[in-house]
């Protein structure tokens, strides 16, 4: 966040807060013309039937439109829908998904410490917990005086399991369900909390009994959280290949943790972005990159369709 706060501060973008764009549609003059929702029915943990019922408004006309989140590239039931042409979505959309579930925990101060002198760590033969990473670590965020705070990341197969037994959609209308604080504060949160509680007790001189008090808790389903290596280990290039997918009310998501540190394909397209110039609309990030997934790779995306764009219309 620091990062990209302080490229939108130098670069002078103005950021509309608070506001979902629904949709975009060309003029008769072949502009953009986006319109979008704010307020509770922007949010993803709004309900539906809220969230329906907003009519959309007006946000600008634009000369060029490009677009970061995968998830716009969903079809219409999904909340962040964004009714993206099907010539880009369904590039973007058939890319497989590696899903995890997050949450931030908050320990009162001290926390644990420097029992446990690492920044972050992989845990290893955990069916619920893949990586710890605590907040204090990160490059301009300061250690707390009232508590500590660590980020926990979820494992695939723990992701996969929580998302069958509460969907995206509703089996019977298809209908997008929400992220819900009561389930998601309730259920996979506390998992995640208690599996990181008993990775770090052993290396307290006091056990669990050393464990300070939760104040502070909040999950997070990431559905998309990374995409699938494409050409790489015999993966198709969606990210596709035998034995390694499950279909969710109609999302594919990788089944276990895929490769994340590779040399880029040879067979990968040239360009890690998306582009019809004719309609002057990109998509790009790193659902749409062939490199290693991650912050670098949507950086690199966003650097690429940025230079591109500048010299199809500068």
């Not at 490009?66 to 099907?86: M, N, Q």
């Not at 250690?143 to 705070?149: I, K, R, T, V």
């Not at 309609?279 to 670098?296: H, K, L, N, T």
């Amino acid at each position: 966040n620091n990062v990209a706060c302080g490229v939108l501060s130098e670069s002078g973008t103005h950021v509309r807060r608070g506001v979902r764009v629904a949709s975009i549609s060309r003029s008769e003059s072949g502009t953009w013309l986006l319109h979008g929702t704010s307020g509770d029915a922007a949010f993803h943990d709004t309900a539906e039937s809220t969230a329906a019922a907003a009519t959309p408004q007006l946000l600008g006309e634009f000369e060029v439109v490009l677009l970061t989140d995968v998830s716009s590239s969903f079809g219409s039931w999904h909340r962040a829908s964004a009714g993206v042409p099907p010539h880009l979505s369904a590039r973007v959309a058939k890319r497989l998904r590696v899903p995890l579930f997050v949450c931030m925990l908050a320990l009162e101060a001290p926390g644990i410490g420097d029992s446990i002198p690492l920044d972050a760590f992989t845990v290893t033969g955990s069916e619920t917990l893949w990586f710890a990473c605590r907040s204090s670590s990160k490059p301009g965020t300061p250690a707390s005086d009232d508590a500590e705070c660590w980020a926990l990341v979820s494992t695939v197969e723990f992701a996969l399991s929580e998302i069958r037994s509460t969907t995206m959609r509703d089996h019977l209308t298809g209908a997008f369900r929400p992220q819900e604080d009561s389930y998601l504060n309730s259920v996979p949160g506390p998992r995640l909390r208690d599996a990181f509680l008993d990775a770090v007790a052993s290396r307290l001189p006091g056990g669990r009994k050393q464990i300070p008090q939760t104040i502070y808790l909040q999950a997070q389903r990431w559905g998309s959280a990374m995409p699938a290596p494409a050409c790489v280990d015999g993966r198709d290039e969606n990210g596709r290949a035998a034995g390694i997918t499950e279909e969710i009310c109609g999302t594919t998501y990788v089944s276990t943790l895929p490769p994340l540190v590779y040399s880029r394909p040879e067979a990968a397209p040239p360009a890690d972005f998306l582009a019809d110039d004719a309609q002057r609309i990109y998509y790009a990030g790193d659902f749409c990159s062939m490199r290693s997934p991650g912050f670098e790779a949507a950086t690199l995306s966003g650097m690429d369709v940025a230079a591109h764009i500048r010299a199809q219309y500068a």
